[in-house]
């Protein structure tokens, strides 16, 4: 009755599904630039709005006088806090517990803050009003050092709290402090510490920087007064949430906003934040009854919205003489800007910074995290990061080099001394968490290998000698990391947002002639979602992905969902994927049954079909079950082939990875030339190899810009001296290096595929890779610490300090 | 970033350029690549209402050589710099330094010209026309007049031209000898944290002639006089070389910016014109 | 201001725009002619985003006044496929996993097209210093260079059989 099935192996490669490195549906539309992004959006009657922005880090607003800018043509409004405050929404809640002007209420806070908002014909118009918007300011003093926020005559910036002792995170000291988080043992580890044999103590900062995804941050607003209905476009990393937010504040009925994600050209956290230019869009949509739209220019970028890092952790580190690590402390000082928007689970205000343990097996540790305000802008995002992951990372992995200074002892030995082992998996960590899987000790060796470590040390000691002897001017320095990841929030009992648990979702659909529509409470930004996501499908319902569409970012369509963003669409939403394709599989298991005259459990799935048990000659395909069940009457089965799946993960994942950076670095000029990367990543059950590699390449540049140069700047009055790509450092081609991948697989046990996430550990191991190798150049000439940026007056000036020079 | 409003003409000869000049005066600028202008005008920094554009005077355009006379009209784009063969055979310096300045974009459009009247300190071509002892041609309202690439710049974007004046075209001779531009910068499309043009002549051992010059290390290029007289005349061992790199970071006066504090920018000045001087020697 | 009579020959058509002088050519490709493809990045010639052919020479659209481009033949992405699909170099992208978020791609591929007119024969080195004008964040540019070299190999060998 059925023709010959081909062999599993032939259907297997027929779906594309996980493991394949299957190229991209996005591509075709990208590279013919049929992308749609938020400033291609074009709608009939559509204005333009844009900021009046302080020019001052902290001042008081005299007042602001809008009439020359109403006169000037095609400048329609130009609203103000007091506009808003009859709306209440001249401020508005951070993700973060705290509250934000929306438009300066008199005062501003930080240079570049939004004080007024300019409606016109187009953007030339809307800036020909700003220049014309006449704001008087009184310059007030600033603080840019979060360390004399709380000395005594400190300005007090934040009057609107002035006088609150209790804040969203608990109690609050001085009215420039925020919160001060706590995880582990105090008593234990300062004990611990103050016994150890070994101790070693020194101050880890890790500069603020910027995401600076290459599209800017943006939003077209369309109020339709007829139907009610407020449809909103824009930059959103996380739509479903943005819809919530909008709702709550603006008192519009949910089911009355549809909030839509467009393309975006990249995220990277910048795009997870609410931002006065959404609220501002609505708003002027609603008073001109014009759609509106707004678009960040860069420097609006980098000076308001979104800053990443700026951890100042102070950290001690005890061990045995052998080297056998008892304790760890960590106490940081967080500066969060002017607002406290930054973007972490609630319960977590300094994120995950307690993985600080990172792939160590710490018995006793502490942390404290002190968050402080200062006339910066707010922001705090997860730079291709899971919620300070990477700050946690960088700590540990630069305090190991620093203790095994210290010890006299190679880092690498030290690591292999302290990794959790393989059979201490699940582990528990001594600041609370159970990592799921890992092979550290595999992963290391394999790296060591690769890169011929024992050769390069010598290589390196060979070079020292000749920089003695003054044969050369170049030292190299290899740079270790073997970094832990928590990625994947996460479960709603401790994660969620504003309230909304870190859930997500997946619905499918499968059409009658047997393809399939998929859609996901998460949103693309480059990621691939479309090609991956289908890719799990396929091998879970046997539907080749190349019949599966996939769609994202629309909340009138797709199920609820918070986002992407900390690594958490492949382990939530690719885990609810698979959930709900189980569920079809499920249905169309009674359906075959039925069709085939068999119990339920007399089939068996193979590949893309259910068989009849012993008689691999009976079996209904996928496409067959499909049609059946749009045209038949199946007793006890509903019509149709569909299913949801809300997924709450049970724990975040643990990816891993074991990164090497060999570099040459130039005493004289500061210059530094990357040599080898050598980047092994385990990040569970692979989906596209292709794509993870891609990501890889990716996250691994963001690295080496943020750890050579790439530094949001600030000089004492608060002005942002890094405002343009000019100064914003960004390596072209030219300067990135090619990198060698490579991959260890242990799957996640609590993840339905086993997959784990991989977007960001590329940055989170890649910067302590080449700050390590920085270091380490310097290492035997008697340098410890010296905080990134490493950019060339910087590395210039360890060598100058160390007497290199002389 | 939106730039002001502004009129725009394009005239087709230098005598129309320079009649709008005169009548428009202060409000007016000419535009060449544009490519420092915009940016600047996008953020309306500068207040322009009349924009005057040279890439249809022909006159200002083409390479020539004879004589051991090198003539490029200001008009000329750094990609034609570089894509020219016998501008590559004859001051192969050209091309060296036009290849580190920004970016394959900003060179199709940025010309010599443009790079050269502007004023601005961080400008490869200004220091690099100073070590080829470059003339610039200047024409106006009262006719023609020549000035001296080294006597040209009084200040960050001051120089000797008038504001009704159109820098029509560089000359100078072929120089003999060994070249090198080096450049220190962060990335490519940076400025030049420090950066160094030298020319250098030698006959029996004994340095013949010499020049060199400073980009970015001062508000205006800076031509190291010291330095040159310090190595002509003499053989460039290794106390003769320290002594003229000693004078030329002496002669620089960088400011503390992204790129780095003073005293480092003098140390890598030193070692910049070091480089330089040993290209250029080896290449003698 | 008065408006000024723009006219260019855009993807191969004679297009007229009415323009004020300082609009910049970016704008005009977007927002008059609805050419999206040319994205906007940075606004001060750094990204390359914005990257256009301009009388066969890569230029940076955000930086150029309506008023220069003045007769000018222009093409952008949307000019470079071929009306059955994807070009060579696009085709070569989508292959080597050459974009992810897809913003930079049309600056890279239509800097790439202008490249590979000027050289065909490019070393991996020729690729990266000639791309310098354009940043992407997302690849780390190692496919993208990939794709170009192979999209110079392919160029050639269609030329050989041709």
């Known amino acids: 009755m059925n023709e010959t099935i081909p062999p599993k192996e032939e259907r297997m490669t027929a779906l594309n599904g996980l493991g394949s490195s299957r190229k991209r549906v996005e591509d075709a539309r990208f590279t013919q630039g049929k992308g749609n992004y938020v400033d291609d959006i074009k709608l009939s009657g559509m204005l333009f709005g844009d900021f009046v922005r302080s020019p001052y880090a902290h001042a008081r607003v005299k007042s602001i006088n809008t009439e020359a800018a109403l006169a000037v043509p095609g400048v329609h409004a130009v609203i103000t806090a007091a506009d808003l405050e009859p709306l209440k929404l001249h401020w508005m809640p951070t993700l973060a517990g705290d509250v934000q002007m929306v438009l300066a209420d008199g005062k501003v806070l930080f240079q570049g803050q939004e004080v007024a908002f300019v409606v016109a014909d187009n953007r030339y118009a809307a800036d020909d009003g700003i220049k014309a918007v006449e704001v008087e300011y009184e310059e007030l003093p600033v603080i840019v050092d979060p360390f004399k926020a709380e000395l005594e005559g400190a300005p007090v910036l934040r009057e609107d709290i002035a006088d609150k002792k209790e804040g969203a995170h608990g109690p609050r000291r001085h009215p420039n402090h925020i919160f001060t988080w706590e995880s582990g043992d105090r008593d234990a580890t300062e004990s611990v510490i103050a016994e150890a044999d070994v101790v070693a103590e020194e101050m880890i900062y890790y500069h603020r920087t910027h995401p600076c995804p290459l599209e800017t941050c943006g939003s077209v607003a369309s109020m339709d007064k007829v139907n009610g209905k407020l449809t909103v476009w824009g930059t959103f990393q996380a739509p479903h949430a943005v819809r919530t937010v909008a709702s709550l504040i603006s008192g519009i009925a949910e089911h009355n906003i549809r909030i839509i994600s467009p393309d975006i050209g990249g995220g990277f956290g910048n795009k997870v934040g609410v931002y006065p230019g959404y609220i501002c869009s609505i708003v002027a949509s609603i008073v001109t009854g014009a759609p509106v739209k707004w678009i960040e220019d860069r420097m609006d970028n980098l000076m308001a919205t979104a800053f990443a890092r700026d951890y100042w952790m102070q950290g001690k580190i005890s061990a045995t003489k052998d080297g056998k690590i008892t304790g760890l402390w960590c106490h940081t000082t967080a500066d969060h800007g002017a607002f406290d928007a930054c973007a972490d689970p609630t319960k977590f205000p300094a994120g995950f910074m307690n993985i600080c343990t990172g792939s160590y097996d710490i018995p006793t540790a502490f942390l404290t995290v002190d968050g402080i305000y200062t006339n910066k802008a707010p922001g705090g995002v997860a730079y291709r990061c899971s919620f300070r992951v990477t700050e946690a990372a960088y700590f540990i992995e630069r305090m190991i080099e620093v203790l095994a200074i210290k010890l006299g002892m190679d880092s690498a030995e030290l690591r292999v001394k302290n990794f959790i082992r393989k059979e201490q998996f699940p582990y528990q960590s001594a600041l609370g968490w159970e990592y799921d899987s890992g092979d550290y000790h595999t992963a290391w060796e394999k790296a060591l290998t690769a890169v011929n470590y024992t050769k390069l040390r010598q290589e390196q000691a060979e070079r020292i000698e000749a920089f003695h002897r003054g044969e050369t001017r170049k030292l190299i320095g290899i740079g270790l990391s073997h970094f832990t990841e928590i990625v994947g929030a996460g479960p709603v009992k401790n994660c969620d947002i504003l309230g909304l648990g870190m859930f997500d979702s997946c619905e499918i659909r499968i059409h009658p002639t047997g393809s399939a529509i998929a859609r996901l409470g998460t949103i693309s930004q480059g990621q691939g979602h479309a090609t991956t996501f289908a890719q799990i499908l396929a091998s879970e319902i046997g539907i080749p992905a190349e019949d599966i569409t996939l769609e994202e970012g629309d909340t009138d369509t797709a199920p609820y969902g918070l986002g992407t963003y900390g690594s958490r669409s492949t382990p939530v939403a690719g885990a609810a994927t698979a959930m709900a394709g189980r569920k079809i599989r499920a249905k169309a298991q009674m359906i075959a049954a039925y069709l085939l005259e068999v119990h339920d459990n007399d089939l068996e799935w193979d590949v893309d079909r259910f068989v009849v048990k012993g008689a691999p000659e009976r079996f209904k395909t996928m496409k067959e079950i499909a049609f059946a069940s749009y045209s038949q009457a199946i007793p006890g089965v509903e019509p149709g082939l569909e299913a949801v799946s809300y997924y709450d993960p049970p724990n975040m994942t643990f990816p891993f990875g074991a990164y090497i950076c060999v570099m040459e670095v130039d005493v004289d000029t500061g210059t530094t030339e990357i040599r080898q990367v050598f980047a092994l990543d385990d990040c569970g059950t692979r989906i596209n190899p292709m794509i993870i590699e891609g990501q890889v390449h990716g996250g691994l540049t963001e690295a080496l810009a943020i750890a050579m140069g790439q530094e949001l700047a600030y000089d004492e009055l608060g002005n942002v001296i890094t405002g343009t790509l000019m100064d914003f450092f960004i390596p072209t081609a030219w300067e990135t290096p090619n990198y060698q991948t490579d991959y260890t697989e242990t799957p996640s046990p609590h993840h339905p595929i086993g997959a784990k996430g991989v977007g960001e550990s590329p940055n989170v191991g890649g910067v302590p890779a080449f700050s390590n190798a920085v270091h380490d150049a310097f290492k035997s000439f008697g340098l410890t610490q010296s905080h990134m940026p490493h950019d060339h007056w910087r590395v210039w000036k360890i060598a100058d300090r160390l007497g290199l020079h002389d | 970033m939106i730039p002001d409003n502004f009129e725009y003409h394009k005239p087709n000869s230098i005598t129309g350029a320079i009649s709008l000049l005169s009548e428009w005066g202060d409000d007016a600028r000419v535009i060449a690549g544009g490519h420092s202008l915009i940016p600047v005008m996008k953020q309306r920094l500068t207040d322009i209402s009349h924009l005057i554009d040279l890439k249809d005077i022909e006159e200002l355009k083409g390479i020539s050589i004879s004589n051991g006379i090198v003539k490029i009209g200001a008009m000329t784009t750094q990609h034609e710099l570089i894509q020219s063969e016998e501008l590559a055979k004859t001051v192969p310096l050209i091309r060296e330094a036009s290849l580190q300045i920004a970016d394959p974009q900003v060179r199709y459009l940025g010309t010599l010209g443009g790079n050269v009247a502007n004023g601005d300190p961080a400008n490869d071509m200004p220091g690099l026309m100073q070590t080829l002892n470059a003339s610039y041609e200047l024409k106006g309202p009262d006719g023609t007049r020549n000035v001296d690439a080294r006597e040209f710049y009084e200040a960050a974007y001051f120089t000797a031209r008038e504001d009704e004046e159109i820098l029509s075209s560089i000359s100078f001779a072929v120089p003999n000898g060994g070249y090198a531009y080096e450049k220190q910068k962060r990335k490519i499309g940076d400025y030049a944290t420090a950066a160094a043009g030298v020319l250098i002549e030698v006959e029996n051992n004994i340095c013949k002639t010499a020049s060199i010059a400073l980009t970015n290390l001062s508000d205006t290029p800076v031509f190291c006089q010291n330095a040159v007289k310090i190595l002509i005349g003499n053989k460039l061992d290794e106390p003769t070389i320290q002594e003229a790199v000693t004078a030329c970071v002496d002669a620089s006066e960088p400011v503390a910016d992204v790129r780095g504090p003073v005293e480092f920018k003098k140390y890598v000045a030193g070692i910049i014109v070091r480089k330089a001087i040993t290209n250029a020697l080896a290449r003698a | ?162």
């Not at chain 3, 097209?113 to 020729?126: A, F, I, K, V």
């Open chain 3, 1 to 162: 201001m008065e408006k000024i009579r723009l006219n260019m020959t855009v993807n191969g058509k004679a297009v007229e725009v009415l323009t004020e002088p300082r609009q910049l050519l970016a704008h005009v490709l977007r927002e008059e002619l609805e050419l999206t493809g040319t994205h906007i990045g940075c606004e001060s010639t750094h990204c390359g985003a914005c990257t256009i052919d301009m009388n066969e020479m890569s230029v940076k659209s955000c930086s150029v006044f309506a008023a220069q481009a003045q007769g000018a033949e222009i093409t952008t992405i949307e000019g470079l496929g071929n009306p059955d699909g994807l070009n060579v170099i696009q085709e070569m992208f989508k292959e080597h996993h050459g974009l992810q978020c897809g913003y930079c791609t049309p600056g890279m591929i239509t800097r790439a097209y202008r490249l590979l007119q000027e050289n065909s024969n490019p070393t991996e080195e020729d690729v990266r210093f000639g791309m310098a004008g354009n940043l992407c964040r997302c690849t780390g540019y190692q496919n993208i260079v990939k794709a170009i070299l192979a999209s110079a190999e392919k160029m050639n060998e269609s030329k050989e059989t041709a």
